[in-house]
């Protein structure tokens, strides 16, 4: 890498012991030189409310998201599915980061993203991530699909600690963080 490259991770769960906020944590763990990764929250944005919005502005803890997202060079969203669809917290914390309107192309316009998940399903996160297509393609942003990773039964690949056991995927997260990295490099 030429320059160094900040991405911003950002789990799409509020579980204490969730399976994606480990694999964003196994991700800090693969990163190629040069490439940083700072761990975004979305623990406490309350649900979006436009009259909360207009009396009160954008809370602090979106504010600092913003702030992140806007410094980052991309995007790394690890997405659990449930019922078959994206996280209502995460699409919740997306639709707060994109008021006023006029913030959602200094937030998010043309900015790189990659997609991740992990689920104990079997199928793992397939219909959530192809679910935030439309989203991303929305606020203009330019999602990676040069690597797919859905970590199945991910009760498996982590241990009790949330810690990534399974030496697979750690070697298909170490490619797939390579990749995006390239992908954002050669997009500067």
Known sequence: ??????????????????????????????????????????????????????????????????????????????????????????????????????DASKVFGNKPIAIIGASPSGFGTLLSQTAWLPTLRTLGMHAWFGGRLMVSRAHQAFDANGELIDDAVRKQLSAFMQGFAEFIQNRG
Request: aromatic letters at 4%.
């Open 1 to 102: 890498m030429s320059r160094p490259i900040n991405i911003i991770g950002i789990s799409g769960s509020l579980r204490a012991g969730s399976y994606n906020s480990a694999l964003l944590r196994a991700a800090s763990q693969v990163l190629p030189p040069d490439v940083q990764l700072e761990i975004g929250a979305i623990k406490g944005i309350p649900l979006y409310d436009g009259d909360l919005e207009a009396s009160s502005g954008i809370p602090a803890s979106v504010q600092t998201l913003k702030n992140s997202i806007i410094a980052a060079d991309g995007i790394l969203l690890v997405t659990p599915e449930y019922n078959n669809s994206i996280p209502g917290v995460t699409k919740n914390a997306i639709d707060w980061l994109s008021r006023p309107p006029a």
